[in-house]
């Protein structure tokens, strides 16, 4: 273990003892071009067998899938806005004629010029980040979840004993144990596919490329020129989220662009490593348990048999 | 000093009001465990101290408290696995990052010379001559190796919540095993007040109760918002109720000490505020993982601080 492996950047893989790792892979999930229609949803169900999670209508907008969970590896988020045009900016006046209001009965540009409102939606797809110190990682006690080669975070399920650990690791509230199947169930970037040099399934089937798969060092580079992008395009509001490498989690392999702040979209603003605090956690227990030990003998002191 | 809430009411957004960190899925078993592996430390400690002081009264039953404690203990975190049958593989690996699997490894341990030590006092009901004679050093040697694992015992089950996403566990890292540390020391104190209330009994008694009190205090007290869950709703009954029987379990230990029954009695108020206090510390962080506010805004005020200093 490097100085780094609590905390701070470090490469995983390497960290993790692979030598001659290959690059490290990771997703660019921009927003700005997500239309909502699942389709990573279904596709990650699809090739993964992901059994479904009910039936439900939650009322949240077109979300009734409601968040990530042990069935639902890929989540796409519908947050709808009442915004002030300051936000919208150029983005709804005349110069951006797509952009998507209300739905009409008429096609999207066919009603032109569409009726724009002071009202937006924000639509995102959500994914295990696969951290560079991944929480839930760290406090596994059967070493199920291990660290891969492209630097992804996979659990083995003939190893997970169902303990919940990781669930409460995970900075993100990603990871959860599956109720009929007592163990615990994430994203593994498609750990199937991409060792045969595949695309992972929600990428693939992503028909805006609002979901990039690719090596985390390529994808950030992307990233920042399409944050510029936007930025000179009048939409002051995009940002990136995860993409740091000295972030609370040593930087995010799953990272995104998005257009409002994090927690609108269910995401922590600041999420911080648990571990990275486990030696002064340990140094505290110390303490408390010499404590303890002199209350005992201080207890019985003075007496003798 | 004077601790006042002064929590402004938290300003926030989240998506559609759902826990951004995912609430522990632990039962209350896992509460449960917090309270006997505590309870089988602080006895351990107790049957030590007989042991040295050539009190058999309080060796014996510190022994076999610490046995029974040792199997509802391994019966909670068995049965709060989402796959009992695969216990076992907790041994695969010996991992410093993750409390659980250190802790696995005190438990089992301490787990194994308790035993013996445990074994040890049935040394005179055994038929061979051999074991009657060899059992009961064995078993001393093993009593305080038991002892000596107590304190660790104790204590990492705070490390364990605390190295966490929950909000209100994380934050209070620093006093956390301190009251978990108070609360067993308790717990073992209260079964010698029943058992053979004596000087070390009581002793031990205020000892623990004044750690985990003032420990407590602080838990409570000193996290700003993130210590709201440990004193509202249900948790912070739960505290309340488990201050007042720890404080009284400690007076009542001192001043009924010419009392067999009024020990006994404070005895049982340790064990229950002991136990009530592991299902208090358990309850807040769940509470705190199930409402946004506490993921967000302090880690809101944590970027605002840092963006502050950072010109
Ligand atoms: S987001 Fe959560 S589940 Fe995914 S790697 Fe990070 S800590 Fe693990
Ligand atoms: S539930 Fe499984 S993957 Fe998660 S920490 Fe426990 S053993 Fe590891």
Same mark, same amino acid.
């Given at each position: 273990?490097?100085?780094?492996?609590?905390?701070?950047?470090?490469?995983?893989?390497?960290?993790?003892?692979?030598?001659?790792?290959?690059?490290?892979?990771?997703?660019?999930?921009?927003?700005?071009?997500?239309?909502?229609?699942?389709?990573?949803?279904?596709?990650?169900?699809?090739?993964?067998?992901?059994?479904?999670?009910?039936?439900?209508? $939650?009322?949240?907008?077109?979300?009734?899938?409601?968040?990530?969970?042990?069935?639902?590896?890929?989540?796409?988020?519908?947050?709808?806005?009442?915004?002030?045009?300051?936000?919208?900016? =150029? *983005?709804?006046?005349?110069?951006?004629?797509?952009?998507?209001?209300?739905?009409?009965?008429?096609?999207? /540009?066919?009603?032109?010029?569409?009726?724009?409102?002071?009202?937006?939606?924000?639509?995102?797809?959500?994914?295990?980040?696969?951290?560079?110190?991944?929480?839930? $990682?760290?406090?596994?006690?059967?070493?199920? #979840?291990?660290?891969?080669?492209?630097?992804?975070?996979?659990?083995?399920?003939?190893?997970?004993?169902?303990?919940?650990?990781?669930?409460?690791?995970?900075?993100?509230?990603?990871?959860?144990?599956?109720?009929?199947?007592?163990?615990?169930?994430?994203? @593994?970037?498609?750990?199937?596919?991409?060792?045969?040099?595949?695309?992972?399934?929600?990428?693939?089937?992503?028909?805006?490329?609002?979901?990039?798969?690719?090596?985390?060092? !390529?994808?950030?580079?992307?990233?920042?020129?399409?944050?510029?992008?936007?930025?000179?395009?009048?939409?002051?509001?995009?940002?990136?989220?995860?993409?740091?490498?000295?972030?609370?989690?040593?930087?995010?392999?799953?990272?995104?662009?998005?257009?409002?702040?994090?927690? *609108?979209?269910?995401?922590?603003?600041?999420?911080?490593?648990?571990?990275?605090?486990?030696?002064?956690?340990?140094?505290?227990?110390?303490?408390?348990? #010499?404590?303890?030990?002199?209350?005992?003998?201080?207890?019985?002191? /003075?007496?003798?048999? | 000093?004077?601790?006042?809430?002064?929590?402004?009411?938290?300003?926030? !957004?989240?998506?559609?009001?759902?826990?951004?960190?995912?609430?522990?899925?632990? @039962?209350?078993?896992?509460?449960?465990?917090?309270?006997?592996?505590?309870?089988?430390?602080?006895?351990?400690?107790?049957?030590?101290?007989?042991?040295?002081?050539?009190?058999?009264?309080?060796?014996?039953?510190?022994?076999?408290? @610490?046995?029974?404690?040792?199997?509802?203990?391994?019966?909670?975190?068995?049965?709060?696995?989402?796959?009992? &049958?695969?216990?076992?593989?907790?041994?695969?690996?010996?991992?410093?990052?993750?409390?659980?699997?250190?802790?696995?490894?005190?438990?089992?341990?301490?787990?194994?010379?308790?035993?013996?030590?445990?074994?040890? &006092?049935?040394?005179?009901?055994?038929?061979?001559?051999?074991?009657?004679?060899?059992?009961?050093?064995?078993?001393?040697?093993?009593?305080?190796?038991?002892?000596?694992?107590?304190?660790? #015992?104790?204590?990492?089950?705070?490390?364990?919540?605390?190295?966490?996403?929950?909000?209100?566990?994380?934050?209070?890292?620093?006093?956390?095993?301190?009251?978990?540390?108070?609360?067993?020391?308790?717990?073992?104190?209260?079964?010698?007040?029943?058992?053979?209330?004596?000087?070390?009994?009581?002793?031990?008694? *205020?000892?623990?109760? /004044?750690?985990?009190?003032?420990?407590?205090?602080?838990?409570?007290?000193?996290?700003?918002?993130?210590?709201?869950?440990?004193?509202?709703?249900?948790?912070?009954?739960?505290?309340?109720?488990?201050?007042?029987?720890?404080?009284?379990?400690?007076?009542?230990?001192?001043?009924?000490?010419? =009392?067999?029954?009024?020990?006994?009695?404070?005895?049982?108020?340790?064990?229950?505020?002991?136990?009530?206090?592991?299902?208090?510390?358990?309850?807040?962080?769940?509470?705190?993982?199930?409402?946004?506010?506490?993921?967000?805004?302090?880690?809101? !005020?944590?970027?605002?601080?840092? =963006?502050?200093?950072?010109?």
């Amino acid at each position: 273990m490097g100085s780094n492996s609590l905390y701070g950047p470090i490469d995983p893989a390497t960290d993790a003892g692979y030598v001659d790792a290959p690059p490290r892979m990771g997703f660019f999930t921009d927003t700005s071009v997500c239309i909502g229609c699942k389709a990573c949803e279904v596709a990650c169900k699809e090739w993964n067998a992901v059994p479904d999670d009910g039936f439900n209508l $939650l009322g949240q907008s077109y979300d009734n899938t409601g968040g990530l969970s042990a069935n639902s590896w890929r989540h796409v988020a519908f947050i709808e806005q009442p915004v002030t045009s300051d936000v919208l900016g =150029s *983005v709804s006046s005349s110069k951006s004629p797509q952009f998507l209001g209300m739905p009409t009965s008429e096609p999207p /540009g066919k009603a032109s010029p569409g009726p724009t409102s002071d009202f937006r939606w924000l639509m995102m797809s959500n994914v295990c980040k696969h951290c560079t110190h991944a929480g839930c $990682l760290d406090v596994c006690p059967t070493g199920a #979840l291990f660290r891969t080669e492209f630097g992804t975070v996979v659990v083995q399920q003939d190893i997970c004993n169902g303990c919940g650990y990781c669930v409460s690791g995970c900075p993100y509230g990603v990871i959860d144990r599956r109720e009929d199947d007592g163990r615990a169930w994430k994203c @593994t970037l498609c750990y199937d596919r991409i060792g045969d040099g595949l695309t992972p399934a929600c990428a693939k089937a992503c028909p805006t490329e609002s979901i990039q798969y690719g090596e985390l060092s !390529e994808l950030r580079e992307r990233a920042s020129r399409r944050v510029a992008d936007l930025h000179s395009q009048g939409v002051p509001a995009a940002r990136l989220y995860g993409h740091e490498e000295d972030n609370g989690v040593g930087g995010d392999g799953a990272f995104f662009l998005l257009l409002d702040e994090p927690e *609108v979209y269910g995401l922590p603003p600041d999420p911080t490593v648990a571990t990275r605090d486990l030696p002064k956690m340990w140094k505290r227990a110390g303490l408390a348990a #010499l404590a303890m030990a002199a209350s005992a003998v201080v207890a019985f002191a /003075g007496r003798r048999g | 000093m004077k601790d006042r809430s002064m929590v402004p009411k938290a300003e926030f !957004e989240s998506y559609y009001g759902r826990p951004i960190v995912r609430p522990p899925v632990w @039962t209350h078993d896992i509460a449960s465990y917090l309270f006997t592996g505590g309870l089988a430390a602080g006895s351990a400690l107790l049957a030590a101290g007989g042991q040295a002081t050539g009190d058999v009264t309080l060796r014996r039953v510190g022994r076999m408290t @610490t046995l029974g404690a040792l199997g509802a203990s391994t019966y909670f975190l068995i049965i709060d696995l989402g796959r009992p &049958e695969r216990f076992h593989h907790m041994l695969r690996v010996a991992k410093p990052t993750s409390p659980m699997s250190v802790g696995t490894w005190v438990l089992a341990t301490f787990g194994g010379v308790a035993a013996v030590a445990g074994a040890a &006092e049935f040394a005179p009901l055994l038929p061979s001559r051999l074991l009657k004679r060899v059992l009961p050093p064995v078993g001393d040697v093993a009593g305080f190796g038991a002892a000596a694992l107590a304190p660790a #015992l104790a204590t990492y089950t705070a490390v364990l919540f605390a190295d966490t996403a929950v909000p209100s566990w994380n934050a209070v890292y620093p006093e956390l095993p301190f009251m978990f540390a108070g609360s067993a020391l308790a717990s073992g104190a209260g079964v010698g007040l029943i058992a053979a209330p004596g000087k070390p009994a009581r002793r031990m008694a *205020v000892l623990g109760a /004044g750690i985990e009190l003032v420990a407590g205090h602080r838990v409570e007290h000193g996290h700003g918002l993130l210590s709201e869950p440990y004193q509202q709703g249900r948790p912070g009954t739960l505290l309340k109720a488990a201050r007042l029987l720890t404080a009284a379990g400690a007076v009542g230990a001192v001043l009924g000490r010419r =009392s067999r029954v009024v020990s006994a009695l404070s005895g049982l108020s340790l064990l229950a505020g002991s136990a009530l206090t592991r299902f208090g510390v358990f309850e807040a962080g769940v509470a705190s993982a199930k409402d946004p506010k506490y993921t967000v805004v302090p880690q809101r !005020e944590r970027l605002e601080r840092r =963006s502050a200093s950072s010109p």
